[in-house]
């Protein structure tokens, strides 16, 4: 959004992601890239810990076909309680309230019952964003997650209501990571 008004977003990876790799395709592609990662319901010692933990929980509720993995993106555009847009500067230090904000959204996924991991990236420009790889299979129920869409929405909601100042435009569909990367 350069020289515009920032605005925060979630963003769906509308992809398939049907293929038995894709996990792990997803998975590295966002931790090669980020600054740390963290999650909730996985063995964190390493990325390859994380990914086997949440194939555990396939394995364990026979749910290892379909769709892998739910893909989101969360972009936050503006300074926690400013709203004046990042710069590099700000990024920096405003790292304490985007460490409480990326855990937050995290743990409700968790709530909601699903294993995930979260990266955080700085973008070139200085936008922190946050990619989540969230289990498909429910921890404790095996079902399946119904609909991403349903997720996003309920976290967009969750955000917008908790975080105003951020000026969220909504939950937005983009094809991702094509699998054969």
């Given at each position: 959004s350069a020289?515009?008004?920032?605005?925060?977003?979630?963003?769906v990876m509308?992809?398939?992601?049907?293929?038995?790799?894709?996990?792990?395709?997803?998975?590295?592609y966002c931790f090669n890239k980020c600054t740390d990662f963290y999650g909730f319901g996985v063995?964190?010692?390493?990325?390859?810990?994380?990914?086997?933990?949440?194939?555990y929980i396939k394995k364990y509720w026979n749910q290892t076909d379909g769709k892998q993995l739910c893909h989101l993106v969360i972009g936050v555009d503006t300074n926690f309680g400013t709203g004046h847009e990042y710069t590099k500067y700000q990024t920096a230090k405003d790292s304490a309230y985007l460490d409480?904000?990326?855990?937050q959204v995290s743990y409700l996924i968790y709530q909601a019952g699903f294993q995930n991991c979260f990266f955080r990236h700085i973008s070139r420009n200085g936008r922190p964003h946050a990619h989540y790889v969230i289990n498909s299979v429910h921890i404790t129920n095996g079902t399946k997650l119904r609909s991403h869409s349903e997720l996003a929405y309920g976290i967009y909601d969750y955000l917008s209501k908790k975080y105003p100042d951020l000026r969220w435009t909504g939950v937005k569909y983009n094809q991702g990571l094509d699998e054969s990367e």
């Amino acid at each position: 959004s350069a020289g515009g008004i920032g605005m925060s977003n979630i963003i769906v990876m509308n992809n398939p992601y049907q293929d038995k790799e894709a996990l792990d395709t997803v998975f590295y592609y966002c931790f090669n890239k980020c600054t740390d990662f963290y999650g909730f319901g996985v063995r964190l010692s390493s990325p390859q810990e994380a990914i086997n933990s949440m194939k555990y929980i396939k394995k364990y509720w026979n749910q290892t076909d379909g769709k892998q993995l739910c893909h989101l993106v969360i972009g936050v555009d503006t300074n926690f309680g400013t709203g004046h847009e990042y710069t590099k500067y700000q990024t920096a230090k405003d790292s304490a309230y985007l460490d409480d904000f990326t855990m937050q959204v995290s743990y409700l996924i968790y709530q909601a019952g699903f294993q995930n991991c979260f990266f955080r990236h700085i973008s070139r420009n200085g936008r922190p964003h946050a990619h989540y790889v969230i289990n498909s299979v429910h921890i404790t129920n095996g079902t399946k997650l119904r609909s991403h869409s349903e997720l996003a929405y309920g976290i967009y909601d969750y955000l917008s209501k908790k975080y105003p100042d951020l000026r969220w435009t909504g939950v937005k569909y983009n094809q991702g990571l094509d699998e054969s990367e």
